[in-house]
């Protein structure tokens, strides 16, 4: 039924789909595209929830404290495994960011559709909604990370045909089968980008006794990271402290090394894979053999790792296109044909 105060509300408002992640948050807005890219971090004093400079140590602002902050402050990531950990400080972030994305002048609140791993509980909906909606969101859709990292990666998933996504986040790996723009069968893994930065971490400090910290294997795994045999290996030199002394000193890491140490997250989602593979129904399956598997998501780019699953599936798999802004495209295009869509979204209505 057509509403004039919602179709009024809708044309001035500045619409933005999102994808709250665990490691960056991406802000798409109708008919601009992606507009935020920026890390799942804010800054603030310990004990309180107040946010350094003055409300702007969030993001990028934040990221630089991480690992860093002297004993009076603290940089938290308030999303743990995709899901939000922290109600307060992630309304704070949300806020800022939606604020940063639209122009001052704006007094009408928007519509926002946010995309959430599947197969999480009503009670973590609801915080997601709530927090949105404190954020200042007039209306908040939610969508599920797997449908829209499809959609954002152009698979045609309304078609009765069967089509497989991995996404590998910073807190959870996704992996979907999708017909008819829902997911079929699924798995939400909670092993996924940060876990293979930890699981470096622990493997530098019983095989060199150095401890470094979060932003240090992270670059380690860019720089070295990989998932099969590497025709030419990579050494990269890093720094810590030393587990032993206690004093500062530097380490040779090799990609021989970081493989080792990302063998067994990276065995689990392969695992997982192959688990909603054997639960897919049989013309789904059928399906796929052409089809294939389309990864998305930060941890795609492990070197090898498509590769890997190719062998291991024997299906063709390839990365998306910009792997890293398949959801936030996602959820953009969802915005731009709401009417359409909304029988595929959950609203904070749906949920009470």
Not at 78 to 86: E, L
Not at 139 to 153: N, Q, S, W, Y
Not at 274 to 279: I, P, Q
């Amino acid at each position: 039924m057509f509403k004039p105060l919602e179709w009024l509300a809708s044309r001035f408002a500045v619409d933005m789909g999102i994808d709250l992640g665990t490691a960056n948050t991406l802000v798409a807005i109708r008919d601009r595209g992606i507009v935020l890219d920026e890390p799942s971090v804010v800054a603030v004093r310990k004990g309180t929830n107040e946010v350094l400079l003055d409300g702007n140590a969030v993001g990028k602002a934040a990221l630089e404290y991480l690992g860093r902050t002297p004993p009076g402050f603290q940089a938290i990531r308030p999303m743990k495994s995709g899901v939000i950990a922290d109600f307060e400080i992630t309304e704070r972030m949300l806020r800022y960011f939606m604020r940063k994305v639209q122009p001052s002048r704006h007094f009408v609140k928007p519509q926002v559709v946010i995309a959430v791993p599947w197969g999480i509980t009503m009670v973590e909906k609801r915080a997601v909604i709530g927090s949105a909606e404190r954020a200042g969101a007039r209306r908040v859709f939610l969508v599920d990370e797997p449908t829209a990292a499809a959609i954002g990666a152009e698979l045609p998933v309304h078609e009765p045909y069967g089509h497989m996504v991995v996404d590998i986040g910073g807190g959870t790996s996704e992996v979907a089968v999708i017909s008819l723009a829902n997911v079929v069968e699924g798995e939400c893994l909670r092993v996924a980008g940060d876990d293979f930065n930890e699981a470096i971490q622990q493997y530098i400090r019983n095989k060199f006794n150095l401890l470094v910290g979060e932003i240090t294997a992270e670059k380690l795994k860019i720089a070295a990271g990989s998932a099969m045999p590497l025709e030419q290996e990579i050494e990269v030199e890093i720094r810590g402290r030393d587990s032993l002394t206690g004093l500062p000193r530097r380490a040779i890491v090799t990609s021989n090394d970081v493989r080792d140490a990302l063998s067994e997250p990276v065995r689990k989602i392969v695992d997982a894979v192959k688990h909603v593979l054997e639960r897919t129904p049989p013309e789904l399956a059928a399906d796929l053999v052409q089809a294939g598997i389309t990864m998305c998501g930060g941890g795609s780019l492990l070197r090898g790792l498509p590769q890997l699953l190719e062998r291991e599936t024997e299906l063709p798999t390839r990365v998306a296109q910009n792997p890293l802004e398949c959801v936030a495209r996602g959820t953009g295009i969802f915005l731009e044909n709401l009417e359409l869509y909304s029988r595929f979204l959950e609203g904070g209505e749906d949920l009470a």
